[in-house]
């Protein structure tokens, strides 16, 4: 599946892996953009995702804002697509909801968790970081069970795993 970037860089970014290159394309324009969104296929698109941009200057209300307008735009262009958004304020999350914005995360506050969590539970780092990196090739995945498991506790279908 490819992958198009939309974002105001001067220079293509480098890649960590570079197999990931040939399918990734970069869109140099503005994300909030009708017609950017357009030129990278949003009407096609399954997934959009919209990361925090506070480049030029901008305020975290208005790295907030350009992300609500990009998202909800993304939405009525294609209501199919499942849109996931990083915001910096929750109380603007319900703009994402009542857009039928699929997911958002609030970036500072999941830095918040992980931090509090690190200090009382030392170690516990390692957890989050072969979880949530992706250096370490660990992946979430979702997977349907039979019917015999529906019902079941996360510790009898561990147990029966293992």
Known sequence: MP????????????FIAPDLKFRIQFLKDDFTKFTALEKAG??????????????????????????????LTAEKLNPNVYTCAELLNREYGSHLDMGHVNDYIV??????????????????MGVFSELLTYERGSQFYRITITAKWIGKTFLDLFIYTY
Do not use: M, W, Y
């Not at 992958?3 to 480098?14: K, L, S, Y």
């Not at 009407?43 to 209300?61: N, P």
């Not at 500072?108 to 170690?123: D, I, K, M, V």
């Open 3 to 14: 992958i198009i970037v939309i974002a105001e860089f001067n220079d293509e970014p480098n």
């Open 42 to 71: 949003i009407r096609q698109a399954e997934t959009c995702i919209i990361l925090c941009d506070k480049t030029h200057g901008r305020s975290d209300q208005d790295a907030d804002a350009r992300k609500i307008l990009a998202a």
């Open 107 to 124: 970036s500072q506050e999941q830095s918040g968790f992980l931090l509090a969590q690190a200090a009382l539970n030392r170690g516990l």
